[in-house]
């Protein structure tokens, strides 16, 4: 029962930050690559970020500068910190990882958590 559970969205004004985070849990033998999509209302998901094992980062344009993704390998958790935030942040946050399940067949599987909401406005 791999699950994905995202916390710490909000209502946040222009220019502050937030932190988000995303726990794997269950029964799970590695994690691998994680990222963060969001989706805003009307507009197709994108993707925001990613980090590796390797914690070797990637990040879309419109973020790059501001936010920044980290993982506590120990927790299974990837968090992103959202800083200088801008109403065209606003959107449903989503986690998204590559799990390999303990009693897998030894390749890993894609899963989603279900979201949780930010609300950039003053």
């Known amino acids: 029962q791999v699950q994905l559970v995202e916390s710490g969205g909000g209502l946040v004004q222009p220019g502050g930050s937030l932190r988000l985070s995303c726990a794997a849990s269950?029964?799970?033998?590695?994690?691998?690559?994680m990222r963060w999509y969001r989706q805003a209302p009307g507009k197709q998901r994108e993707l925001v970020g990613f980090?590796?094992?390797?914690?070797?980062?990637n990040y879309a344009d419109s973020v790059k500068g501001r936010f920044t993704i980290s993982r506590d390998n120990a927790q299974k958790t990837v968090y992103l910190q959202m800083n200088s935030l801008r109403p065209e942040d606003t959107a449903v946050y989503y986690c998204?990882?590559?799990?390999?399940?303990?009693?897998?067949?030894?390749?890993?599987?894609?899963?989603w958590g279900q979201g949780t909401q930010v609300t950039v406005s003053s």
């Open positions: 998204n990882a590559d799990i390999l399940p303990v009693r897998g067949l030894g390749t890993a599987t894609n899963y």
């Open positions: 269950g029964s799970i033998f590695s994690v691998y690559t």
């Open positions: 980090i590796t094992s390797a914690a070797e980062t």
